[in-house]
Structure formats: structure tokens, C-alpha cells
């Protein structure tokens, strides 16, 4: 007979504990991700080591001995089968500072039986719910990077190990394209950055964990139909929470692990970074967005031929799969932030009038699903860089798209989406012969620019004003709308230039709805008129908006120059006059 928890929380806290709850030994199975025939281990053999926590949820025990996180104990029967979520593997990283969520499912059979849950000295028991069952610890554990962590979900008759479980910040980075852009293809590609990397770069020792999830994974294994309601519980594919090696770093996004590689040296390693990948090639934000949010805002359209929701956008071929196939399974995840780096096929101006609207939706639907501690998570969106039309001369294929429009879309989203911030890129790419700059590779500079982000926003390092150039505060226009007077916050010591003048370059205005007037300062001037303050007046009317940075090619330090006392520039925004 193997020791109940509770009797070993007896044995350690000098506590006697009633109604132990009676496990049986022999015939019990182990598995690490899988079934064996290995016996249980003796509880008495569990690490008793003390955990860290930043809000005890029960009543201390003593001073003198660990704290240890008594859940509640549930009068019933052990499950005799479950399984757990394939979202839980083997060298995962846990959020910090949140209350650990654990699920998966049993037979119909074993409802109303139980299962139980064991982590650096929490415990924590579920009833089986119509055949679902979702486990919460009641810490809030601080980072740890050490090996050697050990999670058990268990019953009397099985138990399911995930070794070396770190615990840190958990990201989830989002997009098409340029999400999935590869880092293998990037180091191939890149020829700006070449002087950042090195081999030091992919180290298995470093506390980063990557989860990868791209469009066309899982399909062979038969998911739901592309563009119906139907979601995916679980992974719908093999992969699993995988160190940094060259095999698993090279397929990964580029973006995602030069975010993470950067984020990982900022703490010293002290704080893991687990980054879950979800990137589909072409597609429009329609694609990725959840049932919920989708028929509140009537964002696709029923085809009744196909038997399928189409989105709007370029590519719109499938509405909500994205979501439903690959970002639901992790519905429940707790993470730090998510970041972002999406829109260009939402470039047209009819798309474009929609996506602040459908993202802030977005974004308050899964701030209502993955954390139970602090829902607000923080949003990175990667500001679109530079990019330049085919120059006259060239031969061959030439990507590109007018990005001016939804670069400063895309820059709007602080203004109405609170704890959101924009990576500014203006002034990261400047290759006007690049046959691709629709796909830049300055990936690290961007994956630098969201690690300063976070770890300011996080408390880990830094400041956002360090981090990131003046934001948009607030507008006030004129009464005939030919004057906006703009605040902004994060200036530091106050608003500059990259040329030191006060003369501000890169402002136009919005000749109806959603065009921009792309004169370049032909009828409109912009001046640093207070620390805080920019004035910019225009012999046309404003008052469908003033727009910064919103020309495709504008760069930085040549057609833009705002940025605050730190030297880091302003990202692209719009901004409209209140009816």
C-alpha cells in the first residue's frame, strides 16, 4: 500500500489530516506522454521542495516547513482510464504568477470519478464532467528555470508524467506569412542581421520551449472540415514541446525565436520562454477568428455550395479554421502575451475599415478563456516595415502589397485595445532592391524590438520608454478640422526628431474613409509645439483622420522622423475626429 498525499503532508507538517484517501499499489501504470507497466513510485519518494508563491490560496502550514498547496480532497472513486490534452508534454514551460489549469478527458463511463494532479508541492483533484475534467492548482509559482520539475496527473490505476517542466512566460505568436517564415530559411535569406547570429543562437541548454503549430500540420491525421463551427479539442497533430536543437528551431518562426532568444538573454535566463507558434500562410484575419466572435460581428459570409464560411480578405478561402483547429486546444493555456504580426491580407481599404473592431473582439474573447489570475494579458502587434515597390529596371518576380494603409490600422490598435503595444519596425529595413520585402528579413531586430516590449511590460528589464517610441494618447482637432493637436505619452525627456529639428516628416491625412492622400507634405505640416505635444495643420480638412507613417515606403530617419528622447521612433498610427 503506497502513502497517500495527504499522509505525507501528515508526515511533513505535523498536520494529521482525516478521510486519506485509500490508493491502491501493484498493476498501476507510468507513462512520460505514454502507457507502460512501470509501478507508481512510492509517494514518500515525491520532492517535498518549497514553492514560491506570490498569494497563498489555503492556510500556511508552519513557517518552518515548505509550503505546500493543499487542494481539496474529493469524496470519490478513482477514474480507471483518462487521458490528458496533448498540449501537455514533456519540457513545457508553465505560466508564472497563474493558477495552473491541467485537462483531458475520460469515458463517459468514469463520470463522477475522480483524477488527481501533483506539481512542485501542489496538489489538486477533478471530477469527471461528461467525460471532461480540468484540474487547477491553487499556487502562484514563480519563475523557475532548473530541471528536474516533475508534473503527475494520476488515479489508482494510472499515472501520466511530463518531465523537466519549466516555469516562465508563455507567448503565443500569431500571424501569416511572416510568422511562418522559418528561421533556417531566414539565416539562408537574411543578409541585414547576419552580424547578430551565431552558435550560440540554438543552444539546447537555454530555458526556451517551442510548441509549433502551422496550417498544414495534423492534416494527414483528418481534422475537421476547413471553415465549419466544428473545433479540434485537442492537438491535432504529433508535435510537442521541444528544446531549441537545430531541427526544431529551424522549422520554427523566425520572429517567434529571435523574440524568445532575445527575452532569454534580457533575464539572464532566470525566466523560460515557451512560445506556441499558430501562422497560416495568406490568410486573412477572418480565418483566425473563433465561432463566438465571428457570428457576433457577422465577419464571413455562409457558402451554401461549399458548405463553408468564407472570410473576407485576400486568400479568403476559410473562415475560423485557424482558430478552430489549432489556437482552441490552448483555449485554456495560461500565458504573458500574445504577439502579433498580421494584416497583410486585410491591406484593402474595405477589409482594413473592419480590423481594429474584429481584433479588439478577438482579443477580449481569449482574454476571457486562457488566464484565471490576470485575464488582461498583454498584445504585441509588429508594425508592417518599409516596403518598396519594384524599382524600374528589374527583371523577374517582385513581391508586394501597399501595406500604408493597414501599417497604420495595425498601429491603432493601443488606442482602444488597453495593455497593447506596437513593435515598431520604420526603421529596421531600408532594402529597395529586395525583390521580397514583403517578407523582410530583419526578423531579429523585430524579435529584439518585441523582447524589449515585454520585458518592460513584465517588470524584467528595462522600461517602455527604452523599449518602445512615443504612443498616441489623444487628438484634438480644430472646429473646421484643418488643425489636430496630438498628445502622447512615452516621449521620455520629450518628442524629437531623428534630425534634431521640429519639423515632424511622415504626416497626411485621409482624403474620405479610408484613403490616404499620399502627397508627400504637399498641404500638410506637422511641429513639435510642447514636450508632449505635436501640431500639425493642413489646408484640406482632417477631419476624416490624420495619419502617420501611412505611405508603403516611408522610412525612418529619411520620410519619418518622430521618436522620443531615447531615439526610438514613433510607430505608424490613425486617428480620426469624434463625431
Known sequence: ????????????????????????????????GADTTEPVEDATEQTTEQ??????????????????????????????DFTVSKVFTSDMVVQRGEKLRVWGWAPESENGKKVSGEFMGMFAEALIENGEWTLQFGAKLSANAELGNTMKIYTDAKTV??????????????????????????????????????????????????????????????????????????????RTWERPTNASVGRFTAIGYCFAWNLVQMTEG??????????????????????????????????????????EGVNATWARYMYNHYMYPFEKYAMAGLVWYQGESDFQRAHASEFVER???????????????????????????????????????????????????????????????????????????????????????QGQRLAKLAAAVTGSAGTLESATGPILEKAEFSDNYKTVVLTFTNVGEGLT???????????????????????KGSTIKAEITAPNQIT???????????????????????EINLCNSYGNPAGAFFIAAEE
Open 1 to 32: 500500500m503506497k502513502l497517500t498525499f495527504r499522509t505525507l503532508l501528515f508526515l511533513l507538517c505535523g498536520v494529521m489530516l482525516a478521510s486519506a484517501v485509500a490508493c491502491t499499489g501493484g498493476n498501476e501504470d507510468v507513462t512520460t
Open 51 to 80: 514553492v514560491t508563491t506570490e498569494q497563498a490560496t489555503t492556510e500556511e502550514v508552519t513557517t518552518e516547513e515548505p509550503d505546500i498547496m493543499i487542494g481539496e480532497t474529493l469524496d470519490a472513486a478513482y477514474a480507471a
Open 161 to 238: 508524467e511530463f518531465e523537466n517542466v519549466l516555469v516562465g512566460d508563455v507567448y503565443m505568436v500569431i500571424g501569416q506569412s511572416n510568422v511562418a517564415y522559418q528561421f533556417a530559411a531566414y539565416l539562408q535569406a537574411a543578409s541585414t542581421d547576419k552580424q547578430n547570429y551565431g552558435a550560440n543562437m540554438i543552444d539546447e541548454t537555454l530555458p526556451i520551449r517551442l510548441h509549433y503549430n502551422t496550417l498544414n500540420e495534423g492534416e494527414a491525421n483528418g481534422y475537421p472540415k476547413r471553415g465549419t463551427t466544428e473545433v479540434c479539442p485537442d492537438v491535432v497533430h504529433d
Open 270 to 311: 532566470k525566466v523560460p520562454v515557451g512560445v506556441i507558434e499558430i501562422d497560416g500562410n495568406g490568410q486573412p484575419l477572418g480565418s483566425f477568428l473563433p465561432n463566438a466572435v465571428a457570428d457576433e460581428l457577422k465577419s464571413d459570409k455562409w457558402n451554401d455550395a461549399q458548405g463553408i464560411y468564407v472570410p
Open 359 to 445: 481584433f479588439n473582439a478577438f482579443m477580449t474573447y481569449m482574454r476571457s478563456t486562457h488566464n484565471v489570475t490576470n485575464p488582461d494579458f498583454a498584445v504585441y502587434v509588429v508594425e508592417f516595415p518599409t516596403i518598396y515597390d519594384k524599382p524600374a529596371g528589374f527583371n523577374g518576380a517582385w513581391h508586394y502589397m501597399d501595406l500604408g494603409l493597414i501599417r497604420t490600422v495595425v498601429g491603432s490598435i493601443p488606442q482602444t485595445l488597453s495593455n497593447s503595444y506596437v513593435a515598431v519596425s520604420s526603421d529596421l529595413w531600408a532594402d529597395d532592391t529586395y525583390f521580397n520585402s514583403l517578407h523582410p528579413d530583419c526578423k531579429f531586430g
Open 497 to 519: 526628431t531623428s534630425d534634431g529639428g521640429k519639423e515632424v516628416k511622415g504626416f497626411t491625412f485621409m482624403r474620405n474613409a479610408y484613403t490616404i492622400n499620399n502627397k
Open 536 to 558: 500639425v495643420t493642413c489646408t484640406a480638412s482632417m477631419k476624416n483622420g490624420v495619419v502617420y507613417n501611412g505611405i508603403a515606403n516611408n522610412f525612418y530617419g529619411k
